[in-house]
């Protein structure tokens, strides 16, 4: 007689349709019931994965038929967010309302590689067609100049309508206050300058054209991630972690955070995940492993995928050519290719 673990087994054959990862990894099956010898399967899609639905239905029921499995299927599509509800006070004053896809890109702890996910994940999304933007938000510590390597570049003005041109690498529009301010100098903000700062990042700059923007965002949970949360409305968010516990308490919260804000969790992505031997390939879980899918599960949200800790990934990052362009056919970069294929097919993302 069949088992769980055989139902789930089966269940991890049925891929996403167009990205190589299963509906047990993105986290849509919530549910593994048994009674009498059937299984009750129950299983649930982001409002942005709907269109999916039949496609899914027919092969869960393929798999499950296949391996003699009798079940009982219930596969629901929750319901999109209302966008009112989404950011109760963005509404019409978003000023990046004709932008399809805002993304922010967050995690809990600093030093994680949320910016080097940001930077690689945006490239890789422009190399799938889609036009893309990167809005560097770390006031405190903007790396998008370093890591898109425009160091010494700074933004033109077009005088006409009065707005800066984000500068384009690697067929990335980009803006960071990192272009604006002296490097050199130490900058001390107050609180309300900050939000200033942001609001003209978005404002005043030229946004348009483009399909998707991702926003870095700083580390933690503290003004800069509400108020952009406030600002506009986001598609959702992207939590950056390692496996360390403590990364994963913080990752956690947010998670939380978000919640709170109503921004859906579009997934998490597990950085550092583990370290492969240049020399023999063998695997080491330097911080220990598959924390961040466990987590992702936990809170009832999508992994997205792991990202080795690479010496190259780093090197990509000081010397401005992000590994996805460095050695696209390299594994790490292959990790962040699927991770931004996954996030693009979520989302439904599309020219
Ligand atoms: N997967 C990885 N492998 C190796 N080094 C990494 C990896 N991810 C990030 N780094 C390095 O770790 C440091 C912190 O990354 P960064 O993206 O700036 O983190 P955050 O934006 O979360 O503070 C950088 O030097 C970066 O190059
Ligand atoms: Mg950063």
């Known amino acids: 007689m069949a088992?769980?673990?055989d139902v789930v087994a089966a269940l991890r054959s049925v891929q996403f349709p167009g990205i190589d990862r299963d509906i047990v990894t993105l986290g849509?099956?919530?549910?593994?019931?048994?009674?009498?010898?059937?299984?009750?399967?129950r299983v649930e899609l982001s409002p942005t994965a709907s269109t999916a639905a039949d496609a899914i239905d027919a092969s869960i029921r393929n798999a499950l038929e296949r391996a003699e499995i009798p079940y009982e299927l219930e596969l629901k599509t929750q319901k999109p967010a209302a966008p009112a509800a989404a950011a109760p006070s963005a509404g019409d004053s978003d000023p990046l309302a004709h932008v399809p896809f805002k993304i922010a890109v967050s995690s809990g702890k600093g030093g994680v590689g949320k910016s080097t996910v940001a930077?690689?994940?945006?490239?890789?999304?422009?190399?799938?067609?889609?036009?893309?933007g990167l809005l560097d938000t770390d006031i405190?510590?903007?790396?998008i100049p370093l890591m898109m390597g425009l160091e010494d570049s700074q933004p033109l003005l077009d005088e006409e309508n009065n707005r800066l041109i984000p500068l384009e690498r690697y067929?990335?529009?980009n803006i960071s206050i990192g272009y604006l301010v002296d490097r050199h100098t130490p900058v001390i903000w107050r609180g309300p300058m900050i939000g200033k700062a942001i609001d003209q990042l978005m404002r005043d700059v030229d946004w348009s054209d483009i399909d998707v923007l991702l926003f870095d965002l700083p580390p933690g949970t503290g003004d800069i991630q509400i108020s952009l949360a406030q600002k506009v409305v986001l598609s959702g968010a992207v939590v950056v972690t390692t496996p360390q516990d403590v990364a994963l308490i913080d990752a956690a919260k947010g998670v939380e955070m978000f919640r709170k804000t109503d921004v859906p969790i579009l997934g998490i992505v597990e950085n550092m995940s583990f370290f492969a031997c240049p020399h023999c390939g063998e695997r080491t879980d330097i911080f220990g492993s598959g924390g961040g899918e466990k987590e992702a599960n936990r809170m009832d949200v999508p992994f997205l995928g792991?990202?080795?800790?690479?010496?190259?990934?780093?090197?990509g990052g000081d010397e401005g050519r992000p590994i996805v362009v460095r050695e696209p056919e390299s594994a790490a970069a292959r990790a962040f290719l699927d991770v931004a294929a996954s996030l693009a097919a979520s989302l439904q993302m599309s020219r």
């Open 3 to 5: 088992t769980q673990a």
């Open 28 to 41: 849509y099956v919530k549910d593994v019931t048994e009674s009498a010898g059937r299984f009750r399967v």
């Open 119 to 132: 930077v690689n994940l945006a490239v890789a999304l422009a190399k799938q067609g889609l036009r893309t």
């Open 140 to 143: 405190y510590g903007p790396s």
């Open 171 to 173: 067929e990335v529009k």
């Open 306 to 315: 792991r990202i080795p800790l690479e010496p190259s990934i780093r090197i």
